[in-house]
C-alpha cells in the first residue's frame, strides 16, 4: 500500500514539475494525430471502411517533402521569407503526394471491390496488402533507414509558456494543423463539394438518385483525407526524420484518435487527436517510454469497450 | 481523334498492361537509397539479369513481353467468346470435375491420402540438402500449423484476427518458462521437457484467448481486427521490456530440445532436422484430422450460421461469443503448440520473431490457400512458403528477402481482386461470397452498414 | 475426413516439389580453374536492415582480400565468397548459421557481425567445428560462454572498449555523473555494464537505464525517446554513456537535443558510422558527440592501393569505413591458416583442422600481429587499441586513442 502511494507520489511529482513542457510537446503530436485521424474518420463516414492503408499515405508524404526540401535547401540555413515558403512548399509538396497515393490507393485497392460489392473482410485485407506492399516498395526504392530532413528553419526556442520552452517547429505544427483542420471543416461543412460528401455519408443510394456522382465523392473523400495526412508527413519528419515504416504507430495512434472522438465525424478527430497526444505525453511521467503504445492501446480497447461511438458520436454526414 | 482513342477500350489495355509491367520491373528491380532516389526505378530499365541461367537480358525486356503474352492471351479468350468471368471460372471448373471421384469413392480417397502421406514420409529421403531439410520444418511445416490454426478463426468462424502471432509467442515463451530457459523462475522449480510444455504452452495460449475474446469479440470485426493487432503489438512490447522475465530483446538461447525417455525406449532430439520434420509432421496430421472433423460438427455448422447471418444464428439459439471464443480459443491453441515446436527446434527465442508481419505473413497463407477451407490452406501455405524460402535462398534475378513483405503484400490486394475465395476455395464460403456481392444476405457481421 | 483433392492439389504439390529439387539453376558460376578444388569463405553479418552499414563495411572488406588471394595464382585451391545475411539480428543468424553449415563447400566464417547474432549462431557453427572469425563482436561474454574453441575474433572485447570509455568519460572528460543506458541487446546491454562498473569504480555516480532497441527489422522506429530524454534532463548527468547501434542512438540524441540536454554524449563501436549522422534530426544533434571504437591505434586502415581497389568494389570510400580492416585481417588470417593444412580431405575435416590451426598461427595484419588465445580473444591488453573520435561539423573525427 505505501508503495503504490510512493509511486503515485513520486510520478505526480514529476508530471506537477514537468507539466507545461509535457503539454506543449503533447499538443504539438496532437496536431499531428488530428491531422492524419481525418483521413480515417472521412473514409470511415463515407465508406464504413478503416482505410489500413493511410499510414502508407502519411509516408508518402513524407518521403516526398523530404525530396522536395533537399531539392530546395542549400547547405546554409535559410531565414525569413525563404522558411515561410518553404514550409508552405513543404505542406504542398506532402499534402499532394498524400492526395495522389490516396487516389491511387482507392482506385487500384477498394474500387474494384466496391464494383462487385464485395464483403467487408475483403476489403479490409486488401487494405492490409496495399499497406505492407507500399511500405516495403519505399523501404526498397529510398533505404531501410532513418534519414533526417533538411530543415527549412533554425528551430530555436521562441518563446516559454509558464517556464516551457516552446520551439518553432511545435508553432509551426500547431498553426499549420489549426489552419488546415479549419478550413476542411469549412470545405466539408459549406461548400457544394462537401454537401455531396455530406449527402453521400448520410444516406448513397438517395444521394445517387438526387444526382450525386458517387464515385467522384468517393475520390474526394480520399484526396482530401491524403492531403491532410501527407502534410503531416512532412511536418512529422521535420521532427522525427523519415523512414519507410514511419507511418505505422502514428497511423495506428491516429486512429485511435479518431475513435475517441467518435469516428466518421470531423470534429471529433480534431479533438480526439489532440486529446491522444496529451494523454500519451503525461502519461510519460508514469510509464516508461517503451510502454506509451501499450498505454494508447489500452485507450484503444477501452473506448471501443466502454463508449464505441466515441466522445463527440459517430457520422459524418449529421454533425460536421 | 487522339481524345477518342485515349478513351478506347484499347487504350486502356495498353495503360493497364504499361502500368502493370512498370511495375513489375520497379519491383524485381535493383533497391535504391535516399541519396539516390531514383536509382533503383531507372536502373531497372538499363540492369541486365539473368534468368534461371537460360539468357541474360535487360529485365524489362522480360516483362514487358509478358505482360504483352498475358494481354494477347486475354483477347484470345475473349475471340473466343468466353468472357472473363469464365476464364476465371476455369480453373475452380477443372476442380470440380476432378472431385466426383474423390468424394464418391472411398477407397480412391484414401488410397489419395495413403500416397500423400508416403510421400510426406519420404520427402527427407529425397531431400537430402541441409538447407532444405532445416527449411521443411521452420519454413514449411511450421507455417502449416500456424495457417491452420487461423483458418479456424477467419475461415471458419469469420474473424480477422492481426493478433494472431501473440499466442505462438505465448506458446514459445511458455515452453521457454516451464524448461527453465528464461530469467523468471520455472514454477515448482522443475526444469521440464519440452514436450511437458505441450499442455502448459497449449492452456495458457487458450487462456489468453479466451480472456482477449470476452470484451473484443462483442465488437464489430474491423474493430476486432485492430484490437487484436494493438493486442499483438502489446504482447511484443512486453516480451521485449521486461528484462526480469522474458530476457527482454535479447530473448532465451537455452530452450532444450526434445527428449523422450519412457522405460527402455530413450531418444533425444538435436540440430538435425529429420527428426524434427517426423514430430512435427504428425503433428500436422494430428490437426488436420481434429480441425476436419471440426469442420463438419455441431460447432463447425455453428460458425457457419453465425458467419453468413448472426441475427438470424442468434434467434435459432446459437450463442454467437460463445462460439465465436471458441474460434478463437482454438486458433490460440495450434498457435500456442506451433510456437512450442519452434522454441524447442531452434532452442532459441527472440521478441523479434514474433512481430506484425509474422501474422500478416500466416494471413497471406490463409487467403491465398482458400479461407475456411483445409485442403486450399495447406496448399496455399506448402507453395507461398516453399517458394518465398526458395526465392530468399536461392534469389533469382536478384530478389532480395527483406523485399518479400512487398510480394505478400500484393498477393493479399491481388487475391482480393481477383479470386477473393482462394486458391482452392471452400464451396460454402464461395458461396457467401456470391450471396454478398449479389447483394443477398450478411456475409461476416462486419456487412452491416451499406458500402455503396 | 473430407479433403476435396483435385488437380489444382496436385499441380500446387508437385510444383512445390519441384521448386525444392531445382538446384541453384543458372547461379551456378562457371569455373575457371577446373583442375584446383574451390572453397568459399562465408561473411555473416547485417547486408540489410537498419543497421547493414556496417555489415557492408565489413563484406568488401573480405570480398578484396579473397580477390586478392586468388589474384596471386600461388593458392593450391580457389576462394569465393557467400555472404549471410543476418541483419545484425539473433531472430535471423541462426537460419543464416544453418544455410551457412549445409553449404557444401563453406571451410570458414568471417562474422558474425553482431554480438547478439554470434551468440544466438554459435551453436550450429561450433557444433560443425566452423572457426568464425569476427571483426567486430565485440561482447565481452562471447569469449566465455561458447564451446569448441570456434569462435575468434580481431578486435578485443568490450571490457577493453568499455574501461577505456569510463576512463575517456570520467578521468580525461571530467564528468562526475554519468547516466548509463543500454539498447537491452547482448552487444549493448554488455559494453554498458563494463562503462558503469569502471566508472562506479573511479568514484562517478552512475545511473543506469535500459531502453530497448526499437531499429531491429520490420520494428517501427518511433517517437518515444522523448519520454526517456525528459527523464535524462530531469536526472541532470554530467555525461550520458549510450552502449548500442547507431540507428537508435540517431533517435535519442535527436531527442535529447530537442529536450534541451547540454552535457557530454558518449557511445561505443555499435555507433561508429557515418550513418548516425545522416539518421540523427536534426543532424546537428550529432554535433559534439563522442565514439569509440577498436581500430588499432597506430594507423591500421586500408591506405594505398589496397583503398583503391576498396572502393571500386564497394563504390564507398575505405576511409571511416569501421571493420573494413578488421574483415580483411580476418579474411587473410583464415587464408594463411587454409595454406598450412591439407585440403584433400573431407569437409569436416579440412572444418576441424582449419580451426585448431587459427589457433596456432600469428599473423600480421594491418591492425597489428594477431594471434588469438584459446577462448579466442587476441593476445594482449590492448593499449592503444581503443580509437576516440568526435562528430564535428558533421563530420567523425579522431580525437585521440586510449
Request: include cysteine; aromatic fraction near 10%; charge should be positive.
Amino acid at each position: 500500500m505505501a508503495s503504490i502511494f510512493g509511486f503515485f507520489v513520486t510520478h505526480f511529482g514529476i508530471l506537477r514539475k514537468e507539466f507545461w513542457p509535457l503539454l506543449v510537446g503533447g499538443l504539438s503530436n496532437g496536431f499531428i494525430y488530428a491531422m492524419v485521424a481525418i483521413g480515417y474518420t472521412m473514409v470511415y463516414g463515407v465508406l464504413r471502411l478503416i482505410n489500413f492503408a493511410h499510414s502508407e499515405i502519411f509516408m508518402s508524404g513524407g518521403f516526398a517533402s523530404f525530396f522536395l526540401m533537399r531539392a530546395l535547401i542549400g547547405s546554409s540555413a535559410p531565414g525569413g521569407v525563404a522558411s515561410v515558403l518553404l514550409v508552405i512548399g513543404g505542406v504542398l509538396g506532402g499534402g499532394l503526394a498524400g492526395a495522389f497515393m490516396a487516389m491511387v490507393l482507392e482506385r487500384v485497392a477498394y474500387r474494384p471491390l466496391r464494383r462487385r460489392h464485395a464483403p467487408a473482410l475483403a476489403y479490409l485485407i486488401s487494405a492490409i496488402g496495399a499497406s505492407y506492399f507500399m511500405f516495403n516498395l519505399a523501404g526498397k526504392e529510398f533505404g531501410r533507414y532513418n534519414t533526417s530532413m533538411a530543415q527549412p528553419f533554425v528551430n530555436h526556442t521562441i518563446f516559454t509558456l509558464f517556464g516551457a520552452p516552446v520551439q518553432m517547429l511545435s508553432m509551426i505544427i500547431a498553426l499549420v494543423g489549426t489552419v488546415m483542420l479549419i478550413t476542411l471543416d469549412r470545405v466539408v461543412g459549406s461548400t457544394k463539394l462537401g454537401r455531396s460528401v455530406r449527402a453521400v455519408a448520410q444516406d448513397a443510394e438517395t444521394a445517387s438518385l438526387m444526382g450525386v456522382n458517387i464515385d467522384r465523392t468517393i475520390v474526394i473523400v480520399f484526396v482530401l483525407g491524403g492531403f491532410m495526412g501527407g502534410a503531416a508527413g512532412f511536418l512529422y519528419g521535420l521532427g522525427f526524420g523519415i523512414n519507410y515504416t514511419m507511418g505505422f504507430t502514428p497511423a495506428l495512434k491516429a486512429f485511435t484518435a479518431a475513435v475517441l472522438g467518435g469516428i466518421g465525424n470531423l470534429r471529433g478527430a480534431a479533438i480526439g487527436g489532440l486529446l491522444l497526444g496529451v494523454v500519451e505525453s503525461f502519461s510519460i511521467a508514469f510509464v516508461n517510454g517503451a510502454y506509451l503504445d501499450v498505454v494508447v492501446f489500452g485507450l484503444l480497447i477501452a473506448v471501443l469497450l466502454f463508449r464505441p461511438t466515441g466522445i463527440l458520436g459517430e457520422r459524418l454526414g449529421r454533425s460536421a | 481523334m487522339i481524345k477518342q482513342w485515349l478513351g478506347s477500350p484499347l487504350a486502356r489495355r495498353v495503360g493497364t498492361t504499361t502500368a502493370l509491367a512498370v511495375l513489375l520491373m520497379v519491383m524485381t528491380g535493383p533497391s535504391g537509397s535516399t541519396s539516390q532516389p531514383t536509382a533503383g526505378f531507372v536502373q531497372s530499365f538499363s540492369e541486365r539479369s539473368s534468368f534461371f541461367g537460360l539468357f541474360v537480358t535487360q529485365r524489362w525486356l522480360v516483362w514487358a513481353a509478358l505482360a504483352l503474352i498475358v494481354s494477347a492471351l486475354i483477347r484470345v479468350a475473349k475471340w473466343l467468346k468466353s468472357d472473363y468471368a469464365e476464364m476465371v471460372a476455369i480453373p475452380g471448373r477443372l476442380a470440380r470435375s476432378a472431385q466426383a471421384p474423390f468424394q464418391t469413392k472411398k477407397p480412391v480417397r484414401f488410397g489419395t491420402y495413403g500416397v500423400l502421406m508416403i510421400v510426406a514420409i519420404l520427402l527427407p529421403v529425397f531431400v537430402t540438402d541441409g538447407f532444405w531439410q532445416q527449411s521443411l520444418v521452420e519454413q514449411v511445416a511450421i507455417f502449416v500449423l500456424l495457417a491452420l490454426g487461423l483458418n479456424v478463426v477467419v475461415g471458419f468462424a469469420g474473424l480477422l484476427d492481426l493478433g494472431f502471432v501473440a499466442f505462438y509467442a505465448i506458446g514459445a515463451y511458455a515452453t521457454a518458462w516451464v524448461t527453465g530457459a528464461l530469467p523468471a523462475a520455472a514454477p515448482f522449480g522443475v526444469h521440464l521437457d519440452p514436450f511437458w510444455a505441450i499442455p502448459i504452452a497449449i492452456a495458457i495460449a487458450m487462456a489468453s484467448g479466451v480472456l482477449l475474446g470476452i470484451p473484443t469479440l462483442r465488437l464489430r470485426g474491423d474493430y476486432l481486427a485492430i484490437v487484436t493487432l494493438g493486442f499483438g503489438e502489446i504482447v511484443t512490447i512486453f516480451l521485449n521490456n521486461e528484462y526480469g522475465i522474458t530476457g527482454g530483446s535479447t530473448g532465451s538461447h537455452q530452450v532444450p530440445h526434445f527428449t523422450f525417455h519412457v522405460g527402455p525406449i530413450k531418444y533425444a532430439w538435436g540440430l538435425g532436422p529429420v527428426p524434427y520434420y517426423y514430430l512435427t509432421l504428425g503433428f500436422v496430421v494430428l490437426f488436420l484430422i481434429i480441425f476436419s472433423r471440426l469442420e463438419h460438427s455441431r460447432v463447425g455448422r455453428s460458425w457457419t450460421a453465425i458467419r453468413e447471418d448472426e441475427v438470424a444464428a442468434e434467434s435459432i439459439g446459437i450463442n454467437p461469443l460463445k462460439y465465436k471464443v471458441m474460434a478463437f480459443a482454438i486458433g490460440a491453441a495450434s498457435a500456442g503448440f506451433a510456437g512450442v515446436m519452434t522454441a524447442a527446434q531452434t532452442n532459441f527465442l527472440s521478441p523479434q520473431t514474433f512481430l506484425l508481419s509474422f501474422s500478416i505473413n500466416i494471413l497471406v497463407l490463409v487467403i491465398f490457400g482458400g479461407m475456411g477451407s483445409i485442403i486450399g490452406v495447406v496448399c496455399g501455405a506448402l507453395l507461398v512458403q516453399v517458394v518465398s524460402t526458395w526465392m530468399d535462398h536461392y534469389t533469382p534475378f536478384g530478389f532480395q528477402s527483406q523485399d518479400l513483405y512487398m510480394y505478400l503484400g500484393a498477393i493479399l490486394v491481388a487475391m482480393m481482386i481477383f479470386r477473393p475465395a482462394g486458391l482452392i476455395p471452400a464451396r460454402r464460403r464461395k458461396r457467401e461470397i456470391a450471396m454478398s456481392e449479389a447483394g443477398e444476405g450478411h456475409m461476416d457481421e462486419m456487412l452491416t452498414g451499406d458500402t455503396p | 475426413m473430407k479433403f476435396r483433392l483435385n488437380k489444382t492439389v496436385a499441380a500446387v504439390s508437385s510444383s512445390a516439389l519441384l521448386l525444392m529439387a531445382v538446384p541453384a539453376v543458372g547461379i551456378a558460376s562457371a569455373s575457371g580453374a577446373a583442375t584446383k578444388p574451390t572453397f568459399v569463405i562465408g561473411y555473416e553479418g547485417p547486408l540489410s536492415g537498419s543497421n547493414a552499414q556496417l555489415g557492408l563495411n565489413m563484406v568488401f572488406g573480405v570480398q578484396l582480400a579473397i580477390n586478392n588471394a586468388n589474384a596471386t595464382g600461388k593458392l593450391p585451391f580457389r576462394l569465393t565468397l557467400a555472404k549471410y545475411d543476418d541483419q545484425g539480428s539473433n531472430t535471423y543468424s541462426p537460419a543464416q548459421a544453418q544455410a551457412a553449415v549445409a553449404n557444401k563447400k563453406l571451410v570458414a566464417i568471417v562474422g558474425p557481425a553482431f554480438s547478439g547474432a554470434t551468440q544466438a549462431a554459435e551453436p550450429y557453427y561450433s557444433a560443425a567445428n566452423i572457426a568464425t572469425v569476427s571483426p567486430s563482436a565485440t561482447a565481452a561474454a562471447l569469449a566465455t560462454g561458447i564451446k569448441n574453441n570456434n569462435f575468434m575474433r580481431v578486435v578485443y572485447g568490450d571490457d577493453v572498449q568499455g574501461a577505456a570509455d569510463a576512463n575517456f568519460l570520467v578521468k580525461i572528460h571530467k564528468a562526475n555523473s554519468v547516466y548509463v543506458i543500454n539498447d537491452g541487446t547482448f552487444y549493448g546491454a554488455g559494453l554498458a555494464q563494463v562503462v558503469a562498473i569502471d566508472a562506479k569504480a573511479m568514484h562517478a555516480k552512475v545511473t543506469t537505464n535500459s531502453l530497448p532497441q526499437t531499429c531491429s527489422p520490420g520494428y517501427a522506429p518511433v517517437s518515444e525517446y522523448a519520454a526517456a530524454a525528459t527523464q535524462i534532463v530531469a536526472a541532470a548527468p554530467k555525461a550520458i554513456f549510450y552502449g548500442g547501434y547507431y540507428c537508435d542512438f540517431g533517435l535519442l540524441l535527436g531527442a535529447l537535443s530537442t529536450a534541451g540536454y547540454k552535457g557530454a554524449i558518449m557511445s561505443g563501436d555499435g555507433s561508429e558510422s557515418s550513418a548516425l549522422i545522416a539518421g540523427t534530426s536534426p543532424a546537428s544533434a550529432a554535433n559534439g558527440v563522442y565514439l569509440s571504437a577498436a581500430g588499432g591505434g597506430s594507423g591500421g586502415n586500408l591506405t594505398g592501393k589496397l583503398a583503391v581497389a576498396y572502393q571500386k568494389l564497394a563504390h564507398f570510400p575505405a576511409k571511416g569505413a569501421l571493420y573494413a580492416t578488421q574483415s580483411y585481417d580476418a579474411t587473410n588470417m583464415i587464408i594463411a591458416a587454409m595454406q598450412k593444412i591439407s585440403v584433400k580431405g573431407s569437409l569436416s575435416t579440412i572444418r576441424y583442422n582449419l580451426k585448431n590451426q587459427l589457433h596456432k598461427t600469428t599473423y600480421k595484419g594491418l591492425t597489428g600481429v594477431l594471434k588469438f588465445q584459446s577462448d579466442g580473444n587476441l593476445v594482449g591488453a590492448g593499449k592503444g587499441q581503443i580509437n576516440f573520435y568526435q562528430v564535428k561539423n558533421g563530420q567523425i573525427v579522431q580525437v585521440g586513442h586510449n
